[in-house]
């Protein structure tokens, strides 16, 4: 049967819709219906990023969503601090900037956040550790 729009992307939210194995009358599961909540509002973010990356209030709102990773994925590499503070600028800052390569349809929302988290401390370590030696070696 062919559909005069494309509804594919219908289909698979209500599949994965939290209220999608509830009786009538009943209540999901809390838990379940906060993360899709929070998943929704994450990629409503990533769209507003990428259409503007400037945009504070979607960063904000994105970094409200995933905080707990985001923050974790930081303290793993550069431990608490005023290095950790600068690093969750330029981490917020990359993810802003390659919101725009972002496809609902292809990646989580939350894959695509820490893969680019997980990148830019990467990149962040290896520049400090970089600094570090062409100091060290300088001084002789």
Same mark, same amino acid.
């Given at each position: @049967? *062919?559909?005069?729009? %494309?509804? !594919? $992307?219908?289909? &698979?939210?209500? @599949? ?8 009538? #009358?009943?209540?999901? *599961? ?5 993360? !899709?909540?929070?998943? @929704? ?11 503007? $990356?400037? %945009?504070?209030?979607?960063? +904000?709102?994105?970094? $409200? &969503?995933?905080?707990?990773?985001? *923050? #974790? ?5 550069? #431990? ?6 600068? +690093?969750?600028? $330029? ?5 802003? /900037?390659? +919101? ?9 929302? /939350? ?15 290896? /520049? ?11 001084? #002789?």
């Amino acid at each position: @049967m *062919d559909y005069p729009i %494309d509804i !594919s $992307r219908f289909l &698979n939210r209500l @599949m994965s819709s939290p209220w999608r194995n509830t009786r009538r #009358g009943e209540i999901p *599961d809390p838990s379940r219906l906060e993360k !899709s909540e929070r998943a @929704m509002k994450t990629e409503k973010a990533l769209a507003r990023l990428a259409s503007n $990356r400037l %945009d504070d209030a979607a960063l +904000a709102e994105l970094y $409200r &969503n995933d905080k707990v990773k985001i *923050d #974790g994925i930081i303290t793993q590499w550069f #431990g608490k601090g005023t290095i950790a503070t600068d +690093a969750l600028s $330029r981490v917020l800052v990359r993810i802003a /900037e390659n +919101a725009v390569h972002f496809r609902p349809q292809f990646q989580k929302s /939350e894959d695509f956040i820490v893969g680019h988290a997980v990148q830019e401390c990467q990149r962040l370590y290896s /520049e400090a550790n970089t600094r570090i030696a062409l100091a060290h070696f300088s001084r #002789g």
